[in-house]
């Protein structure tokens, strides 16, 4: 069945959209991240023009996260005022990503900032990913050394502390507004939550404990991905609700499947299968900016717009 | 298509000794959501004073354009390895779709300074004022635009598609597709020979998105916030049915 998105003026079939939006969403139920880092070079493939694809994918987002929210909200997992904090550097980041993805779209450069990003973030997380979960299936062979873990770095010497009960923390609440504020400038460029990055930046850079993590990031993406769907439906007028309606229904399906999947394998095959997906959507993307394109022309809106 | 003959019969207009009259299946076209291409059936006579008896053969040429807008053309070069965006070159007009359907060879039918007064064939559709400065190869980025329009069908070239019987009556049909975009799409019909144009005709068929779409479209451009608002209250809805729904699979 073809449907015509309003926005993005492409007729596209709805059983294509939803399948992605479940297949997505199985991975995001698996892994407990928003999936926009995979959803948002699907659509760039079927054909949606990509600042359509960031924006809608920006509001996809909104729905999956506030419907993961809602479970750990009942199982207490979330570091409000954590949360709080970065959303505080998200909302800021965001506003300058929206900003810096209008000022490339109209120098027609918006296409490869997109790319790079997503090539070295998911290549750095990735790659770390993949390493410390095989180090961590190393581990379990070796009974009794257990990881250390470093109590006190430089974070632990900046001024402005702040106790985050929930977390059992007292730092300096510098660090994590600069996590939540270079995540919000890649959620606007990128048009992911910033899940994939967020999570580790919290469990190693500010040494959260991993269960309060996923609830507290969240909770912050919802904001900002909100913002960020504003912000785009505003000044790019890019958001396309048919498409989004689209792909969250296939989205929540989907999760719903994943988390069932994801609860039968371990947490350290879990790690090594999603930085494995990681880094093969890095590759491809790789690929494709070193290598030289069939069609060396390619057509956009002129300035002005 | 009887009756526009039954027309041609009764009405012997004194003006040109050829001129051309011509019909569509349908002038407008509505995008709904499931709304998934378009044919649209153009049909026509070409009317005389009295028999020419010079029996010279005749070619209609079918121009279809949709509404147009300037482009700007990117080329891409390698900078350090990776390939992108360098120079770019602003199309100041192009068609959003441009089919030409002919009788013959497009060459056959109209000649070069014909297609020059009349503008129809593809090249010269496309309107570049200038390049700017640096860019020695502006034509490159004209021709890459029709090129990669022609890969994605929505500019084509249809020789022998206009089917001419009795060097009277015509017709020809011509595909909308899928992707189509809104407004106004021009329809011109030459009558030709020799290469020479005898005859033109006009008419539009005019494309709208309705329904659902049209209210959509609409409230991103009036009333952004109102739209981000709404697309936000959605998501927030279909998260809280989806965790709900959950819980009561689970429980």
Known sequence: MQIYLPIAEVSVNAFLLLGLGGLVGILSGMFGVGGGFLMTPLLFFIGIPPAVAVATEANQIVASSFSGLLAHLKRKTVDFRMGTVLLIGGLVGAAIGVQVFAALRAVGQVDLLVRLCYVVFLGIIGALMFVESLNAIRRMGKPGAAPKRKKHNWIHALPGKMKFRTSGLYISVIPPLIVGLLVGVLAAIMGVGGGFIMVPAMIYLLGMPTKVVVGTSLFQIIFVTGFTTLMHATTNYTVDMALAVLLLVGGVVGAQIGTRIGVRLKAEQLRILLALIVLGVCGKLAFDLLVQPNELYSLGAAGGH | ?251
Do not use: C
Request: glycine share 6%; net charge neutral.
């Open chain 2, 1 to 251: 298509m009887l009756r526009w003959i039954a027309i041609l019969l009764l009405f012997p207009w004194a003006a040109q000794s050829e001129t051309v009259v011509a019909g569509l299946s349908q002038n407008r076209v509505s995008i709904t959501a499931n709304f998934d291409g378009s044919e649209i059936l153009i049909f026509g006579a070409v009317k005389r004073e009295a028999p020419d008896g010079l029996d010279l053969p005749i070619d209609v040429i079918i121009a279809v354009e949709g509404p147009s807008e300037p482009v700007m053309v990117r080329r891409k070069e390698k900078w350090f390895g990776i390939w992108v965006n360098r120079d770019a070159v602003e199309v100041d007009s192009a068609p959003s779709f441009y089919k030409v359907a002919t009788t013959g060879r497009f060459d056959e039918v109209l000649s070069e300074t014909e297609d020059l007064r009349h503008n129809v064939s593809i090249e010269r559709a496309i309107r570049r004022v200038d390049a700017p400065q640096g860019i020695m190869d502006a034509e490159r980025f004209t021709e890459a635009l029709i090129r990669i329009r022609k890969r994605e069908r929505v500019y084509q070239e249809r020789p022998y598609t206009v089917i001419l019987s009795e060097r009277t009556l015509f017709r020809s049909s011509v595909a909308l597709p899928a992707n189509l975009t809104e407004g106004n799409y021009k329809v011109r019909i030459f009558l030709t020979r020799e290469g020479n144009v005898i005859d033109a005709h006009e008419t539009k068929i005019y494309v709208r998105k309705v329904g659902l779409e049209r209210f959509l479209y609409n409230l991103s451009r009036e009333q952004p916030l109102l739209y981000g608002i709404m697309s936000l209250a959605i998501a927030i809805a279909a998260g809280w049915l989806a965790s709900a729904v959950f819980r009561y699979v689970r429980s």
